[in-house]
Nanobody
């Protein structure tokens, strides 16, 4: 298994909810510099939600007030709760992390999971 392993993707109708999980290996887990990205074939990868080096949580405008990033530090799991899903949320969702977090520098998203497909039908 990889250092980051996503799960929880699937198919849902518009307006529904999904919760993605990312199990982070103890080898690389830190309480900050954790993020979820998504990518549609032919488009650039987009950062959807993140816990930055200073623990500030950031969200893409397109998902604000619908998606929530959280974590379980004891289990080393990062979650992405996705509510009121829209067809345009359809993408492969990736978990990302920095190899070595430091509050003194900006996160570097250098460790990636394999991705999990989310499909939202209208």
């Amino acid at each position: 298994q990889g250092l980051l392993v996503e799960s929880g993707g699937g198919s849902v109708q518009a307006g529904g909810s999904l919760r993605l999980s990312c199990k982070v290996s103890k080898e690389v887990y830190s309480p900050a510099c954790l993020a979820w990205f998504r990518q549609v074939p032919g488009e650039e990868r987009e950062k959807v939600a993140s816990i930055e080096e200073n623990f500030v949580m950031n969200y893409a405008e397109s998902v604000k007030d619908r998606f929530t990033i959280s974590q379980d530090p004891d289990e080393g799991i990062v979650y992405l709760q996705m509510n009121r899903l829209k067809p345009e949320d359809t993408a492969i969702y990736y978990c990302a992390a920095d190899r070595q977090w430091s509050p003194a520098r900006v996160c570097s998203w250098i460790i990636w999971g394999q991705g999990t497909q989310v499909t939202v039908s209208s």
